[in-house]
């Protein structure tokens, strides 16, 4: 059963920075397209950045400039380094992971919506405190 799993969650003050990883398992083939989602009490689910399989990446205007998603295939993991850090970037973060046999480019999106995505992870909270 494919797992993804979120870690890296942490309460900091503003200014600061995390990173948080999303490891995969128990795939099969290639992760094609990977985001990253938060969701604040009350809130609705937004995305915040997108990579695929060959590192495009796609960010929020709301963290543009601050938050920087990666991956390193070797470790089936991907990143989302958080710098600059705000009170308004609290929320639970989930990584999101559409596979393939082969990345076609149906497979590879950018675009952060949250129904393209089958697989989820249970999310680490993050909590920034001004």
């Known amino acids: 059963q494919v797992q993804l799993v979120e870690s890296g969650g942490d309460s900091v003050q503003a200014g600061r920075s995390l990173r948080l990883s999303c490891t995969a398992s128990e795939y099969t083939g290639s992760v094609c397209s990977m985001a990253w989602f938060r969701q604040a009490p009350g809130k609705e689910r937004e995305g915040v950045a997108a990579?695929?399989?060959?590192?495009?990446?796609s960010y929020a205007d709301s963290v543009k400039g601050r938050f920087t998603v990666s991956q390193d295939n070797a470790k089936n993991t991907r990143y989302l380094q958080m710098n600059s850090l705000k009170p308004e970037d609290t929320a639970k973060y989930y990584c999101?992971?559409?596979?393939?046999?082969?990345?076609?480019?149906?497979?590879?999106?950018?675009?952060?919506?949250?129904?393209?995505?089958?697989?989820w992870g249970q999310g680490t909270q993050v909590t920034v405190s001004s």
């Open positions: 990579i695929v399989w060959h590192g495009g990446t």
């Open positions: 999101a992971a559409h596979f393939g046999i082969h990345c076609r480019p149906q497979d590879t999106f950018l675009t952060m919506n949250g129904a393209d995505f089958s697989y």
